[in-house]
Each structure stands twice: as structure tokens, then as C-alpha cells.
């Protein structure tokens, strides 16, 4: 059994920065893909970001420029460090990994609000 457990949510004003962490613990023999997606209120899960296990990263054109996804391999950690937020940012982030042999796990979700 695995888990994700997210961290590093909260209330921050906009231009303000966030920096969200995501712990995947258990019985891991590896991790390929590690994302995070957001839901804002009344509106459907979408893309962040995402890393592989070799660094690669991809991003929604939203967030370009602005965060910036990295992983601990070592750690089996993944963070999302957020600047420049807007209020449009305002979301339930939430993070994923795709756990070789186990398959694709979802984090409980972290709620991050930016006041305008």
C-alpha cells in the first residue's frame, strides 16, 4: 500500500509565493511520473505540471514561467514551488505518481487560496 500526502497549502495575497510539498510513502520499488492538478471551485481537474524520474518537465501554459515542479528521487517527493499567484490560482491542488508495479495514485488534495 502507498500513499501521497500533500502539504504547504494556505491563504496568500496575490503576487505572493507558495511552495507545495507531496510525500509518497510505503512499499515503493519506483516512481515514473509525478504531476500535480488543481480543481478551482465548481470546475473540472486539471494539469499543472509534471516531472519524470529523469527531470523532464511539462506545464500548463498558465503557469509558465511562474512555478516550477521538481522531485527528491531519493526523498519520493515531489514540490511545486508557485510564484506571482493570482487569484485565478485559487484551487484544490492536488498531487499524482505513477508507482511502478501499483499504478496511479491521487493525494488528498491541499486547498490553496489567493486573495486579490
Same mark, same amino acid.
Given at each position: 500500500?502507498?500513499?501521497? @500526502?500533500?502539504?504547504?497549502? $494556505? ?6 509565493? +507558495? #511552495?507545495?510539498?507531496? &510525500? /509518497? ?19 473540472? #481537474?486539471? +494539469?499543472? /505540471?509534471?516531472?519524470?524520474? $529523469?527531470?523532464?518537465?511539462? !506545464? &500548463?501554459?498558465?503557469?509558465? $514561467? ?7 528521487? /531519493?526523498?519520493?517527493? @515531489?514540490? +511545486?514551488?508557485?510564484?506571482? +499567484?493570482?487569484?485565478?490560482? *485559487? &484551487?484544490?491542488?492536488?498531487? &499524482?505518481?505513477?508507482?511502478? !508495479?501499483? $499504478?496511479? #495514485? ?6 490553496? *487560496? @489567493?486573495?486579490?
Amino acid at each position: 500500500q502507498v500513499q501521497l @500526502v500533500e502539504s504547504g497549502g $494556505g491563504l496568500v495575497q496575490a503576487g505572493g509565493s +507558495l #511552495r507545495l510539498s507531496c &510525500a /509518497a510513502s510505503g512499499t515503493i520499488f519506483s516512481i515514473n511520473n509525478m504531476g500535480w492538478y488543481r480543481q478551482p471551485p465548481g470546475k473540472q #481537474r486539471d +494539469l499543472v /505540471a509534471t516531472i519524470n524520474r $529523469g527531470g523532464s518537465t511539462n !506545464y &500548463a501554459d498558465s503557469v509558465k $514561467g511562474r512555478f516550477t515542479i521538481s522531485r527528491d528521487n /531519493a526523498k519520493n517527493t @515531489v514540490y +511545486l514551488q508557485m510564484n506571482s +499567484l493570482k487569484p485565478e490560482d *485559487t &484551487a484544490v491542488y492536488y498531487c &499524482a505518481a505513477a508507482f511502478l !508495479y501499483i $499504478g496511479d #495514485r491521487w493525494g488528498q488534495g491541499t486547498q490553496v *487560496t @489567493v486573495s486579490s
